[in-house]
């Protein structure tokens, strides 16, 4: 029998170790949570070490990320391919442990954590994959997907305000595959939280739908076990066990206090706690009994083994399906995709409706839902004002039994109502990519974005095809005033390193925006839309306009023969404004060249000699765009006809003439420019 206690050592001493050796990281939550891992890690996970990717594993998040030297420690003893060379490295450059666990970085970590609180709402989003795929897949007999998302967290990740959110959803959604085992040692940062913390996490959590059991001991494997166990046995609630702990279990002089929580033991420290846990080994070294104990391989290749052999079958009674899984969890697209996406821009451009770009959204979403079954949409309350919905994705709603409701035709709901929850939302559908098998694409008004950014941040970081629908996107949305009106929000998205942003003209712009959002497998995009009614920008071709930038009229469409003397770079809207400056400015035989720009970022990313022929050296640039000036003098601009102060509330042709976003203004700032 295994000996669990000399389990639960042997991240104890790792996690100390590699902090020590570090000097630097938290050692206290992976000494207080070690025997709530070998609870579940020994007894319970689904997983297969040699196949970190293996479709119907059980997924595992550490929530409270700081606490990473658990995760790492119970990898590189399950058999994983993370050598002790590695937990050597900690926190080092390079090393594939690094101060926080990291998606794509070291294997059999699934999600990137640290930000607290997105944890916990990150298996939120991977418990409602696992739910939805199941009812869209399985069928009598054959369960392909079958698996649970369990998730340690701390006091820190209920004070987030995003844990609420999320914990909310999860009782809505009944997501009974989700078990959340809470760290409750009482301890923060600034020491004991009873003084700052004193919600009552239990009945907040029956309160929005969760069983909860517990408390129990967080240092009783048994205990806890029993508790995982009943937890899986839930039919239409998420559970939570609550473990209470000490931090830094085993620290004579340490455990129960802030100072376990993030910095070095000692060494003085540590060989006290190696005697205080009969752990007389040295740094870094673990006895090959304790290996054995640990060893998951074996299990982990037959678990998948037998799924293997299961899906066999569901692959030979259910040809087409299995084939649709396979697509849909390896992140393919249809191989029709580039035909749907080139009848989407050409009947925008043929048609050539004036429209809002959130309804050239919609218009342009009604082609791709049809054609994906993997888009999976959702809107924070204000899907009639986001058009996040479309007739192939009828409202996801959940029945009182906990099953996923279809339609008459037998689809399930591909609408998500987030209610006002923009911060949930965003790290929810994080959660929905990491786990596979859709695409999830949300909605919300673009001043808003502020509440979701950290969440867009995290889904740059970690490479994941989320899409986010912005409306509302400046000024132009009118009487609702400067609380609503974006200004700065455009310039500020621009600059997460990794994230597509787009602010499409029209709608061809918007479909081609809608296209390379969902060919970017490993980037996340941010769609900015118009409220107000946007006319049909006339073009030559189509092909450029995923360049992110290109000519949209030379002089001579304004009736001058001539080289250009100047250029207007414009996005979303103001397209127009540039268009009808254009013409006024042939009027006065000034030459100007007008260049849409829908995408800086994907702009950013063309060759030089691409850049060099839109932006032609030696010709004044002149950028204008409803925004913070600071931005476009990075393309070398010689004016930018934008607005550095707060919105107002009045109807937005009133505000246009108020601020300057008239032709009238542009020209003018252009004649300046270049000294006419």
Not at 589 to 603: E, G
Request: proline residues 5%.
């Amino acid at each position: 029998m295994a000996n669990t206690q000399q389990m639960a050592n042997a991240i104890r001493a790792l996690a100390m170790d590699a902090v020590q050796q570090a000097n630097s990281g938290h050692p206290g939550a992976p000494m207080g949570m070690a025997d709530m891992a070998v609870a579940l890690w020994g007894r319970h996970l689904k997983h297969n070490p040699a196949n970190p990717h293996w479709a119907d594993r059980d997924r595992f998040v550490l929530s409270n990320g700081h606490g990473s030297m658990l995760i790492y420690s119970v990898l590189h003893l399950t058999g994983y391919a993370l050598p002790i060379e590695e937990l050597k490295n900690f926190r080092q450059l390079h090393s594939k442990t690094a101060g926080h666990p990291e998606v794509g970085i070291t294997p059999g970590v699934e999600t990137t954590t640290g930000p607290l609180g997105q944890g916990i709402t990150n298996a939120v989003g991977m418990a409602l994959a696992e739910k939805l795929l199941a009812a869209e897949f399985n069928r009598d007999g054959h369960a392909i997907v079958d698996h649970h998302t369990y998730v340690f967290l701390g006091d820190g990740c209920l004070m987030e305000g995003i844990s609420h959110e999320a914990v909310a959803l999860a009782g809505a959604w009944k997501l009974n595959k989700l078990v959340a085992l809470y760290d409750d040692n009482g301890i923060s940062i600034d020491g004991q939280v009873a003084p700052w913390f004193i919600d009552d996490t239990p009945a907040r959590f029956k309160a929005c739908g969760w069983a909860v059991i517990g408390p129990v001991d967080g240092h009783d494997v048994e205990a806890v076990s029993r508790a995982i166990a009943d937890a899986k046995g839930s039919a239409d609630k998420p559970t939570l066990i609550v473990c209470k702990t000490a931090i830094g279990k085993g620290s004579p002089n340490r455990a129960g206090t802030a100072k376990a929580h993030g910095e070095p033991l000692g060494a003085d420290e540590i060989a006290l706690t190696r005697a205080a846990l009969g752990w007389s080994h040295t740094p870094f070294e673990v006895p090959k009994a304790v290996y054995a104990d640990w060893d998951a391989k074996a299990a982990g290749k037959k678990a998948e083994a037998e799924w293997n052999a299961k899906f066999a079958k569901y692959k030979a009674a259910f040809p087409e399906q299995a084939k649709e899984y396979v697509r849909r969890m390896k992140g393919e697209l249809p191989k029709n995709f580039a035909q749907v996406a080139v009848d989407a821009v050409v009947g925008a451009h043929t048609k050539a409706e004036t429209v809002a770009s959130r309804k050239a959204s919609q218009i342009a979403l009604e082609a791709f839902t049809a054609a994906l079954p993997e888009l999976l949409g959702g809107s924070a309350d204000l899907t009639g004002s986001n058009l996040t919905n479309t007739k192939s994705t009828p409202a996801l709603r959940i029945d009182n039994a906990g099953d996923v409701v279809k339609t008459a035709e037998g689809h399930i709901g591909r609408h998500v109502n987030y209610g006002v929850r923009e911060f949930g939302m965003a790290a929810i559908m994080n959660g929905v990519a990491l786990h596979g098998g859709y695409i999830p694409y949300g909605g919300t008004f673009l001043t808003f974005s502020d509440y979701s950014r950290n969440a867009i941040r995290m889904a740059a970081l970690m490479k994941q095809r989320v899409v986010h629908v912005f409306t509302h996107d400046s000024i132009g949305l009118g009487e609702d005033g400067p609380t609503h009106q974006s200004i700065e929000h455009a310039a500020s998205l621009r600059l997460i390193p990794g994230l597509d942003v787009w602010r499409p003209a029209d709608t061809a712009e918007t479909a081609v925006a809608w296209a390379v959002a969902l060919e970017n497998a490993s980037r996340p995009t941010a769609l900015l839309l118009s409220r107000q009614n946007l006319p049909y920008a006339r073009k030559s071709e189509l092909g450029e306009i995923s360049r992110g930038a290109y000519v949209l009229s030379e002089p001579e469409a304004a009736g001058l023969k001539k080289k250009a003397q100047a250029v207007i770079i414009a996005t979303g809207s103001e397209v127009q404004l540039a268009l009808a400056a254009q013409k006024l400015l042939a009027e006065r035989k000034i030459a100007v060249r007008v260049v849409s720009m829908p995408s800086t970022t994907a702009f950013d990313r063309q060759t030089r000699e691409y850049k060099a022929q839109v932006l032609p050296a030696g010709v004044p640039r002149i950028a204008v765009e409803m925004g913070v000036t600071d931005f476009w003098w990075k393309y070398g601009c010689a004016a930018v006809v934008g607005i550095d102060t707060y919105g107002e509330s009045a109807p937005a042709p009133v505000l246009f003439k108020h601020f300057g976003f008239t032709p009238e203004n542009v020209a003018d700032t252009v004649r300046a420019a270049i000294g006419k």
